[in-house]
């Protein structure tokens, strides 16, 4: 007598389905690439800007610098020698092909506040004049607390070439004042 087959061997093979595909991506992962694209992008820019105020930081340190000198010997001459060449050399770096270094006097001063709105006439005011006559004077009479920070916040926020300047505001004639 033969043995009778058994019905399990009648069956056939389990057959798996195919293995799930990375393609298409589901809307997560979409979200997730799109995040990432972001944020190296705004890494660059932030590098890219970092990069070109990077002047600042070095104009920084020198007028600490220079700060520092004036304390131990209380030369202001040298100090207001020392601050005019530092303000110049970041103006020629902020505009490299717009300033003119030849720049002198009222004009140096007026332009120093047009291209800071938080220091609009304050050196064309008192303490802005010690750096024309003062630097040259035996015993000049200074206020380098005041001077030291007023030129720390025009490094720290001038507008450079790269920046939009504001427009000078239009100064009123006295017909236009009269008119109602």
Known sequence: MQPQ????????????????????LAPGWWILL??????IVGFFIWRNRKQQNYYRVIAQYQLAGIYADYQQTQDAGAYLQALSQL???TA?????????????GKDWLNW????????????????????????????PQVDVNELHRLSSEWIKLHHNYRQRIPAPK???????ANHV
């Open 112 to 139: 120093l506040d047009s291209v800071c709105p938080a220091a609009t006439d304050k050196f064309s005011g008192e303490i802005g004049q010690s750096l024309l006559s003062s630097a040259y004077q035996k015993n």
């Open 170 to 176: 239009k100064l009123k004639t006295n017909a236009e």
């Open 34 to 39: 799109a995040l990432l694209a972001i944020a």
């Open 92 to 104: 020629l770096t902020a505009y490299p092909n717009s300033f003119k270094a030849s720049i002198k």
């Open 5 to 24: 087959a058994s019905p399990l061997d009648q069956l056939a093979d389990i057959h798996l389905p195919d293995g799930v595909s990375w393609w298409p």
């Open 87 to 89: 303000l110049r050399r």
